[in-house]
């Protein structure tokens, strides 16, 4: 009988193991280029059209904490205790959220174009002969082994 770690090494030597840890690596990466680019970049001129709102600043107070509201920042709201309905992080995650599904449907795309091309470049294998023809060619070769 085999032993566990024995079992356990050659799983995680297996390619397609080392492939997924590879992509949970770069995803987590690229979500906190998206993220830091939709809060940064995206949102500032988007909020700056709407009047200079910042979207991970909005919030409805549910019930005020020690000291009573109104608050001028989420985050004041929370130091204080006050229970919040954070709506403008909400808002800033569903963009992060569609940006990322967009970045993987352009890279799922052009893996699906790559794959395609490929397929083009590959020859088709000629079409079966009838079988008028295939015994024809018996009838020959027979003919010929006399």
């Avoid at 490929?118 to 082994?145: F, H, M, Q, S, Y």
């Amino acid at each position: 009988m085999r032993s566990f770690a024995k079992e356990f090494k050659e799983f995680v030597q297996r390619g397609n193991v080392v492939d997924m840890a590879v992509g949970i690596v770069i995803g987590a990466a690229f979500g906190t280029v998206v993220k830091s680019f939709v809060q940064n970049v995206l949102m500032p001129p988007i909020g700056l059209l709407l009047g200079g709102t910042d979207f991970s600043n909005l919030f409805v107070v549910l019930k005020s904490g020690t000291e009573p509201g109104p608050y001028s920042t989420l985050k004041a709201a929370q130091e204080s205790g006050a229970t919040v309905l954070a709506y403008g992080q909400w808002i800033n995650d569903i963009v992060n959220f569609l940006i990322v599904a967009f970045a993987i449907f352009l890279v799922i795309k052009a893996m699906n174009a790559l794959n395609r091309k490929k397929e083009a470049e590959v020859p088709a294998a000629p079409p079966e002969p009838p079988e008028e023809i295939k015994l024809l060619r018996e009838i020959r070769d027979a003919l010929k082994g006399k």
